[in-house]
């Protein structure tokens, strides 16, 4: 079964934190590079981060020193750690494998508030 399941998401104020987690089936998370993905509305789908099969992360500008991308092999999840959270990351996010992607999940609303 080919699947991901996104959760932690919710409402927090401006400066807080929360923490992504994406449950992938084995299929899609073994041995490949993992990444989030996010969509604002009326916006296309954002890349946002990715982190290797190896451990090495990779962030766009304009989340690096804030967010944090993790992965656990065991659980076949990768998280992402979410600091100093501002209104515009309010988006619904969603993870995938690189380079090919898998079906997409549901995703996890997030809402940053002012």
């Known amino acids: 079964q080919v699947e991901l399941v996104e959760s932690g998401g919710g409402l927090v104020q401006a400066g807080g934190s929360l923490r992504l987690s994406c449950a992938a089936s084995?299929?899609?998370?073994?041995?490949?590079?993992m990444a989030w993905y996010r969509r604002s509305s009326g916006k296309l789908r954002e890349f946002v981060a990715r982190?290797?099969?190896?451990?090495?992360?990779y962030y766009i500008n304009t989340v690096k020193g804030r967010f944090i991308i993790s992965r656990d092999n065991a659980k076949n999840t990768v998280y992402l750690q979410m600091n100093s959270l501002k209104p515009e990351d309010t988006a619904v996010y969603y993870c995938?494998?690189?380079?090919?992607?898998?079906?997409w999940g549901q995703g996890t609303q997030v809402t940053v508030s002012s």
């Open positions: 982190i290797s099969s190896g451990g090495s992360p």
């Open positions: 995938n494998r690189l380079p090919t992607w898998a079906p």
């Open positions: 084995g299929s899609i998370f073994s041995g490949n590079d």
